[in-house]
């Protein structure tokens, strides 16, 4: 009788424990919030998750908050109700970059969000111009210190991704280089294509086109191994810049305070989406390496980029536009 008492009153507390743990999570739609217009990377992965997080028993919708080089998005989340109700789609450009470069005082990117799962990241492409007479980093990088200045390179703004890469480009291997900077990526491109720019760092999918039809030539990606999307293009380390390693990558954050349940729950919820073979292939599909790490594991990574920018754009004195 004892015994069954006791197992009575375990069976109790543990569907307690688990009342408890059901009524902690949100009652109400949950919003991914995207600081990009529609139709970008960004607001595409965030849609891509949200048409398949149906275990969390709530309807998950996007919404598109631009402005602000993705700063009104960011605000706006770290100042939510800490409840899981409200995620953003973040970048190393939302918590690494800009607030750094814009002097950013409304949130702190380090205390202000609680990092939730990391959903992958993708490299960037070294291309040049077919008039530049470089077919490798090591000819590319001679040509800079042969004609300190000279060389500039395109980007879509201050603080974006091809930008720091190319600054980190020229503080690692000691040349002098210009941003000449677009209102997005694809101007650039297209001066590339015209001849008006000698090399820039882009996107994979955008470039590989234009370096299979021989319109420019690739010399090196920029992640630390070489990628399937990039057949034959060694890294960027590996090819004369030992060290070198950039990558663009996408993750869900919430406001610092979320409980720790809530964020376990929604990065299992995550995980399991992207283990769905049509949305991994979908995925897989805007170039991102996916992750499975936990959402310690993703604090640890923001940790260390913030780190990693911040000590170059101190270093390289780069300002806002």
């Known amino acids: ?15 307690a424990c688990a009342a ?48 602000a080089a993705q700063m009104i998005a960011a605000e706006m989340v770290a100042k939510a109700p800490a409840d899981g109700t409200m ?36 490299p960037l492409v070294l291309v040049v111009n077919p008039a530049v007479p470089a077919n490798s980093v090591k000819e590319l990088i001679a040509i800079g210190k042969a004609r300190p200045g000279e060389l500039n390179f395109g980007s879509g703004g201050v603080g974006t991704t091809p930008h720091m890469a190319g600054e980190l480009f020229a503080m690692m291997s000691g040349i002098k280089m210009t941003n000449i900077s677009y209102k997005g990526e694809q101007p650039a491109l297209t001066d590339m294509l015209g001849g008006q720019l000698p090399m820039m760092f882009s996107n ?20 630390a191994a070489r990628i399937d999307a990039a057949p034959g293009l ?54 991102l390496t ?7 594991q993703f604090a640890a990574h923001i940790r260390s980029e913030h780190a990693k ?4 754009i101190k270093e390289a004195g780069i300002k806002a536009e």
Request: with cysteine; aromatic share 4%.
């Open 234 to 287: 060694p890294t960027v380390a590996e090819a004369g810049l030992p060290g070198y390693e950039t990558e663009t990558w996408l993750g869900l954050i919430a406001p610092s305070a979320t409980p720790r349940d809530i964020v376990a729950r929604i990065n299992a919820e995550v995980l399991r989406v992207m283990a769905l073979p049509d949305v991994r292939d979908k995925l897989l599909a805007q170039g």
């Open 87 to 122: 995620l953003l789609i973040a970048s190393q450009t939302i918590l690494a970059v800009v607030p750094i470069i814009n002097k950013v005082t409304s949130f702190d990117p380090l205390k202000d969000f609680a990092a939730v799962a990391l959903v992958g990241s993708t």
């Open 290 to 296: 996916l992750s499975r790490s936990t959402p310690d």
């Open 204 to 223: 994979v999918a955008a470039a590989m086109q234009h370096v299979k039809s021989g319109k420019l030539r690739g010399l090196a990606v920029t992640s």
């Open 20 to 67: 408890i743990a059901q009524s902690s999570f949100p009652s109400k739609p949950i919003r991914i919030i995207v600081g990009t217009p529609p139709g970008g990377a960004n607001d595409t992965v965030a849609r891509i998750l949200a048409s398949r997080m149906d275990g969390l028993g709530q309807t998950v919708i996007v919404e598109n908050r631009p402005g």
């Open 1 to 15: 009788m004892k015994c069954l008492r006791a197992l009575s009153g375990l069976l109790l507390t543990l569907a």
């Open 309 to 312: 920018w911040s000590k170059l």
